[in-house]
């Protein structure tokens, strides 16, 4: 007769799961609670205990941690001495584990948890008996999650189970115990930047391809999610997400996150197209679709208040990918969900990210860094010129510095009165980038009153120069060049507001 050894924590679907197993022949070995569950269903189970000859002690911290139980999994049937010495000792084998793991990651996110408490469910034996299992699966069927008891019982009522399928349920172990572990090393880890990095993601789902056609793709959410994510949201209507749908979006909710104000911005590869702000939240978009209304074909829009009829009627005008707010009207979704394949999402919205490592690979390795989430406070701004910026200057410098972090380096963003008039992405030299986003703003309406923000500070003085002569009456920049005596001295010399701040937003 085989043996299978059931302990598991998730106890959806064991009872029929282990009833089939007994009418297939299995002797049933259990413990603690899985054996109380499978008794009191009246299905004939052996506790542990009579496997070991030794009670489960410790408050059931030991009980399948013993020669009896590994023994059992590990030996190898091909080899006879293994199997000698089972008989030796009179140890039946294993032919098949099922445990699930004690609920870490469910005990750590609940709001008031201590220490011990997580500590506590931390699970030894599941782990030490699957990963046994695991490394003997070409005899021992291991089995960490309920959703694979049916397939089990189909290959095991086939009178074989293939090499294959015990190789991938192996596999699934290990991918398993590993997140497990990962996500206890971090829960306990004091170091930002530990000498090994484990990061623990589950699978969100599969995309149709990556980057492009040619290239596969899938999704994955932190093993502890953030509710501010894309991969959170509701998607209330349209086709499933793809990969650029997926990073351009992270990006809009990203910027807008930066505006309590009544904000609406639209993104294209990742960048802003327009952000606009306003008394209402149809304003607000105007203004987003105004400052660029050619790039915004087939973006992302997202809106940080509920989107209204008119609003909506405005947007369904125009080829959109996605749009996200914290919710819609029942008339403003009947208008936008007359477009098939428009994905529309909704999102609780905030404005505290919180602070995390962000991981970007290259070729053998991975980066890894904190989120830029320093706060531009205007109060902690430095002039450096001797014009001084109005306070209207100076809001629009906040609003623009805001904005500008969200741009590809070398990153150049004209704005005026909460919105973009012009932006410059991406460009190898700064110059060009200014050039680029001033000749987007001169034809905008407000130009006259509009300020320029930088990313980085200027290597040189051309771009104030280019900036004052072409309009622009204040600047707003981080600062810290070899040469910001030569940018002071031109802003000088033409009349410009320089104002420093300190902070720098570099954005590869």
Do not use: C
Request: proline residues 5%.
């Amino acid at each position: 007769m085989s043996r299978a050894l059931l302990s598991v924590s998730d106890k959806s679907g064991l009872v029929p799961f282990a009833q089939k197993l007994v009418e297939l022949g299995y002797e049933l070995v259990s413990t603690g609670g899985t054996y109380r569950t499978l008794a009191e269903a009246k299905i004939p189970v052996i506790p542990i205990d009579e496997v070991t000859n030794f009670p489960e002690m410790l408050d059931g911290r030991v009980k399948t941690l013993h020669p009896r139980v590994h023994a059992g999994i590990l030996a190898r049937r091909d080899l006879p001495e293994h199997m000698e010495k089972l008989a030796e000792f009179d140890i039946k084998p294993i032919d098949l584990v099922v445990v699930n793991l004690y609920p870490f990651k469910e005990m750590i996110q609940k709001p008031a948890v201590t220490q011990e408490q997580a500590i506590e469910n931390i699970d030894i034996g599941g782990p030490s008996m699957l990963r046994s299992a695991a490394k003997n699966f070409t005899a021992v069927l291991p089995i960490i999650d309920p959703k694979d008891y049916e397939i089990v019982i189909e290959k095991i009522s086939q009178g074989t189970v293939d090499q294959n399928f015990r190789q991938q349920l192996a596999a699934k172990v290990f991918q398993h115990t590993a997140a497990y572990d990962a996500l206890i090393a971090n829960y306990l880890t004091d170091s930002e930047f530990p000498a090994s990095l484990t990061l623990p993601y589950d699978k969100f789902g599969d995309l149709r391809y990556g980057e492009n056609a040619q290239q596969q793709a899938a999704a994955y959410t932190d093993a502890l999610p953030e509710n501010y994510s894309i991969l959170q949201a509701d998607i209330l209507h349209g086709k499933q997400l793809s990969y650029n749908n997926i990073r351009d979006a992270d990006a809009a909710l990203r910027i807008i996150a930066e505006y309590p104000e009544t904000t609406v911005v639209t993104v294209k590869h990742m960048n802003p197209a327009g952000i606009g702000q306003g008394q209402t939240i149809e304003e607000a978009w105007d203004k987003a679709f105004a400052a660029d209304d050619v790039s915004i074909f087939g973006g992302i829009v997202a809106l940080n208040r509920e989107v209204d009829a008119q609003t909506a009627a405005k947007m369904h005008s125009i080829f959109l990918e996605i749009i996200i707010a914290p919710s819609f009207t029942p008339e403003a979704y009947e208008i936008l969900a007359a477009k098939k394949n428009l994905r529309l999402l909704t999102l609780p919205f905030t404005n505290q990210i919180p602070q995390e490592l962000e991981v970007t690979s290259v070729l053998g390795g991975v980066l890894v860094q904190e989120r830029d989430l320093v706060a531009e406070l205007s109060e902690n701004w430095q002039v450096v010129s001797k014009v001084q910026p109005t306070s209207e200057q100076l809001a629009s410098m906040l609003f623009a510095q805001k904005a500008v972090k969200h741009v590809k380096s070398n990153a150049i963003l004209v704005a005026q009165n909460g919105q973009t008039l012009g932006i410059g992405a991406g460009q190898p030299n700064r110059i060009d980038s200014v050039v680029y986003a001033i000749n987007k703003a001169q034809a905008k309406a407000g130009f006259e009153n509009a300020v320029l923000a930088s990313d980085a500070f200027f290597p040189m003085a051309d771009s104030v120069e280019y900036a004052a002569q072409h309009g622009i009456q204040a600047i707003v920049e981080p600062g810290g060049s070899i040469k910001d005596q030569d940018s002071i001295d031109k802003a000088n010399e033409l009349g410009v507001a320089l104002v420093f701040t300190g902070n720098r937003h570099f954005k590869h």
